[in-house]
């Protein structure tokens, strides 16, 4: 307390309180807040909640005691040492420093917003194939629908408002291979159980092999085949991508969960126009799944 009585009287140096109190612990402070700014907002209206709390706490408290305890420090230097020109100099200083701070939070906003409009449009333009629920009782996720682009990225940010999941429930004819594979390493991270009730396919398989224990219905299917790039998005780009690589990553993350060497042998070997449904013994013999169980 007697640090920040001291600024605001101005009783401190005036190189003290322009270098170390006004620049450089400005620097800090914002440093610090656009970090909490980028960790803690996961979401529109905690972009603008956290902004707001910056600007209040910036504006209402921290700015106004660095300015005029700067001020109050320059008037001091100016009445014991003359020199107009160092008041005058610190006075501009503060004016451009108020501006840039306000260009900053206008800036900090139009980014926010253009953000959330281009999220919307990307939304709109590109409807999710997918769909994600909760289920209170069981602590449990449920995931249906097509793995498309964004869908590891929409269940971490369903974790991180449902920390508490134990298990997710995944259906699904497959998607992109990338997503699986992120997936399942997401699975793996959040260390969770995973349950197939009825089909899950492809991509969704490789998603599934990421749980900790693995659990299929007593009617559930999982199927394999080779990959193909059937998606628009990654036509164009076929030329960077060959689909025997990305089949090797995923042979990896089914090695990681110490599946059977015949097993990842065997289930790209059927065509992308076909699929393999292997039994469940070969499931369970192989190590894929934990146990059936009923829904």
């Known amino acids: 307390m007697t640090f920040i009585r001291k600024h605001w009287r101005g009783q401190y140096s005036l ?15 914002h440093a610090f807040s656009s970090f909490c700014l980028q960790q803690f907002s996961s979401s529109y209206a905690k972009q603008v909640s956290t902004l707001f709390l910056y600007q209040l706490t910036a504006g209402l408290v921290i700015i106004p005691w660095q300015i005029i305890g700067l001020l109050r420090s320059a008037e001091h230097y100016f009445k014991n040492y003359g020199q107009p020109i160092i008041l005058h100099s610190v006075q501009v200083t503060v004016v451009i420093g108020l501006t ?7 800036g900090q906003i139009q980014l926010i917003m253009f953000e959330k409009n281009w999220n919307d449009f990307q939304s709109n333009a590109n409807p999710k194939q997918y769909n994600i629920q909760w289920h209170e009782d069981n602590k449990q996720i449920i995931l249906n629908g097509t793995l498309d682009f964004g869908v590891t990225e929409a ?5 991180l408002t449902h920390p508490n999941a134990k298990e997710i429930v995944i259906e699904s004819k497959g998607g992109q291979v990338y997503e699986g594979r992120g997936l399942a390493t997401l699975f793996s991270q959040y260390k969770l159980d995973t349950y197939s009730y009825r089909y899950c396919l492809s991509a969704c ?3 599934f092999i990421g749980g900790v224990k693995r659990y299929l219905g007593t009617d559930g299917k999982l199927g ?9 998005n990654i036509q164009n780009f076929r030329s960077f991508y060959n689909v025997e690589d990305e089949q090797e990553k995923d042979r990896e993350v089914y090695r990681s969960k110490n ?5 990842i042998q065997k289930m790209f070997k059927s065509p992308n126009n076909g699929i393999w449904y292997p039994d469940r013994e070969i499931l369970l013999q192989s190590g894929v799944i934990t146990a059936t169980v009923v829904e």
């Open 205 to 207: 398989a490789t998603a």
């Open 100 to 106: 840039a701070i306000m260009i900053h939070f206008l």
């Open 224 to 232: 394999f085949h080779q990959y193909a790039f059937d998606s628009e």
């Open 155 to 159: 269940v971490r940010d369903f974790l």
């Open 15 to 29: 190189s003290f309180s322009f270098w170390f109190i006004f620049i450089f612990f400005s620097l800090i402070f």
């Open 259 to 263: 599946i059977t060497e015949h097993f």
